[in-house]
């Protein structure tokens, strides 16, 4: 089933945005969660204040030896996957993020002060909405984004969309082309490429609103 929803014939977004699903195996993804668990378990959802970007998550960057043998060979997978564009810098530590299942992420473009082409991210444990709209055109792009797909945003996309995360509606569901998926906790792998001096990014701005580790989110749109 097609994934990913555009408003309107929009050349630049459906350049710029992808998603893959069954990106990793079954196994894959019960290893990054059992790992994660622990840590998510030591930690209480945030609730953020009136105008955060992000409610009811936690967070965690996780450095490439944090992880054991098996999971660090799935991200070493995904970052090396065909679907990256070439040329990019080296790997942030990848961002885990654990939303509640009332947990949401309000439109937003991320920080362009540490990161660069890419924001990808891998979803674990339960369908979420993801919506994209294009600051100039006004396009949008809805995704669906179940457990185990992959999605990347780039060009436009990283840097001149924004980017949202549905939160569920009254019966703890998404909706979908008329379709109901159940929204609950939901996990996300964020894989980003470290802003090279010199590579130009494109984006400007760069508002952090601080809070999240090293990167931010942009300011809240
Ligand atoms: C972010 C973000 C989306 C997701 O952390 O900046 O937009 O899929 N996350 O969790
Ligand atoms: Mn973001």
């Known amino acids: 089933m097609l994934k990913i929803h555009f408003s309107q014939a929009d050349p630049t977004l459906r350049r710029d945005v992808a998603v893959y699903p069954d990106f990793i195996t079954q196994e894959q993804h019960d290893a990054l969660v059992e790992q ?111 457990p185990r797909s992959f999605y990347m945003l780039q060009g436009d996309a990283r840097y001149r969309c924004t980017h949202e995360v549905s939160p569920a509606d009254a019966d703890g569901a998404v909706t979908w082309h008329g379709k109901a998926y159940p929204r ?17 990014g494109g984006g400007g701005g760069g508002v952090s609103a601080g809070g999240a580790p090293g990167y931010g989110y942009g300011a809240p749109q």
């Open 36 to 146: 994660l668990a622990p840590v998510f378990r030591r930690k209480r959802y945030e609730k953020g204040h009136w105008d955060a970007v992000i409610t009811d998550y936690k967070e965690s960057e996780r450095a490439d030896e944090s992880w054991n043998q098996t999971n660090r060979d799935t991200i070493e997978q995904i970052r090396t996957s065909n679907v990256m564009p070439p040329g990019l810098g080296p790997w942030l530590p990848v961002h885990a993020i654990d939303l509640s299942a009332q947990g949401h992420i309000k439109p937003h473009v991320d920080s362009v002060k540490f990161s660069g082409k890419v924001v990808a991210g891998l979803s674990l444990l339960s369908t979420a909405l993801m919506t994209l709209r294009h600051e100039d055109t006004g396009a949008t792009a809805a995704l669906l984004l179940p």
């Open 184 to 200: 609950g906790r939901r996990i996300s792998l964020i894989f980003r490429d470290a802003l090279v001096a010199g590579s130009g």
